[in-house]
């Protein structure tokens, strides 16, 4: 196989709660726990879990907008998490990011051409007005607005819009890698669909790899080339999408995809239902984070080690005793 574009190796984030008169560290949150997966160029690893599971902040890592706590990162043969100063900047114009909220993440002080605009100046992209200008308006055509969007503020757009904002703000410097920190969560259903089918032909034309975080399996399905999921801070389970859908082996997986809705009435689905709520990150559970919650557990075994992800078929990782 030829060399992934992007390769993470054991992260790891932890948070320091801190409190009282000197600001002593009270707590540690654990929000990312050892995570390790690969993508190829010109691939999409989805990356699902519950809220809290670390998705987001596995991200974040990845692009340095957190600073991790151990664990390394290598992107086209860099290691991101040894870079710093003009190298960093220099790698940022490859990896860029598609946030969440598409309101919260616009300024909306700034017009959308300025908006848009902003990563051409700090790049040097652009030279001349007239450039600058045509740029951003191609940009614009590309994820489907008009070109005098640009004169305009955010709050005069739609949800939908300010998201393709935002996909065109990421495309403004031609990167390679784009993490999707849940794009379409905050969008209507009929909407999150045009966002998606965007998504893939931006990715046909400019060849674009992504790592799509979402909490939704469902979302995932037609997008993905593989799929990861997260529980607690742990990866357990990677697949290609069409297996993971077709034959989940993790019990955590299972109950995600028994959730999911099934378009044909008729269609039944046993649904799974899980004991209990999720662990505190503050002090999770010993050995595999999931056995307070598992329906296969067999103690002591999985309370006291901790599962590594063993390849079961080709592609096929579970981190699970029962199951690998």
């Keep these: 196989m030829s060399e992934p574009l992007l390769r993470v190796k054991d992260l790891v984030k932890n948070f320091s709660i801190r409190g009282g008169l000197l600001a002593r560290e009270l707590d540690v949150v654990h929000a990312v726990d050892g995570v390790s997966f690969e993508i190829g160029a010109g691939e999409t690893l989805g990356l699902v879990g519950e809220s809290g599971s670390g998705k987001s902040t596995t991200g974040r890592c990845i692009l340095r907008l957190i600073e991790p706590t151990s664990g390394e990162v290598w992107f086209a043969g860099q290691n991101v998490t040894a870079l710093g100063g003009e190298a960093l900047r220099a790698l940022c114009r490859d990896m860029q990011i598609i946030f969440q909220d598409p309101f919260a993440s616009l300024n909306p002080r700034m017009t959308v051409g300025a908006i848009i605009g902003e990563a051409l100046t700090i790049h040097g992209l652009a030279k001349g007005r007239k450039a600058y200008e045509e740029r951003i308006v191609s940009l614009l055509e590309t994820v489907g607005l008009q070109a005098d969007h640009m004169r305009r503020y955010p709050h005069e757009f739609s949800g939908g819009q300010r998201q393709r904002i935002g996909i065109a703000r990421a495309l403004a410097v031609e990167p390679r890698l784009i993490v999707c920190d849940e794009p379409v969560s905050a969008l209507d259903v009929s909407i999150q669909a045009q966002v998606i089918n965007l998504l893939e032909d931006l990715q046909q034309e400019f060849g674009l790899t992504?790592?799509?975080?979402?909490?939704?399996?469902?979302?995932?399905?037609?997008?993905?080339?593989?799929?990861?999921?997260?529980?607690?801070?742990?990866?357990?389970?990677?697949?290609?999408?069409?297996?993971?859908?077709?034959?989940?082996?993790?019990?955590?997986?299972?109950?995600?995809?028994?959730?999911?809705?099934?378009?044909?009435?008729?269609?039944?689905?046993?649904?799974?239902?899980?004991?209990?709520?999720?662990?505190?990150?503050?002090?999770?559970p010993t050995g595999c984070h999931f056995h307070t919650r598992c329906p296969i557990r067999q103690l002591p075994l999985c309370s006291q080690e901790v599962p590594r992800l063993k390849e079961t078929t080709p592609g096929h990782y579970v981190a699970c005793h029962l199951r690998s």
């Design 210 to 284: 992504y790592l799509f975080i979402a909490h939704d399996l469902s979302v995932v399905e037609h997008i993905s080339t593989r799929v990861a999921v997260m529980y607690l801070g742990r990866v357990v389970e990677i697949a290609p999408a069409r297996d993971l859908y077709v034959s989940p082996l993790h019990p955590y997986t299972e109950a995600l995809l028994s959730a999911v809705p099934v378009p044909d009435p008729a269609a039944k689905r046993q649904r799974i239902m899980l004991q209990g709520d999720i662990p505190s990150p503050i002090r999770p």
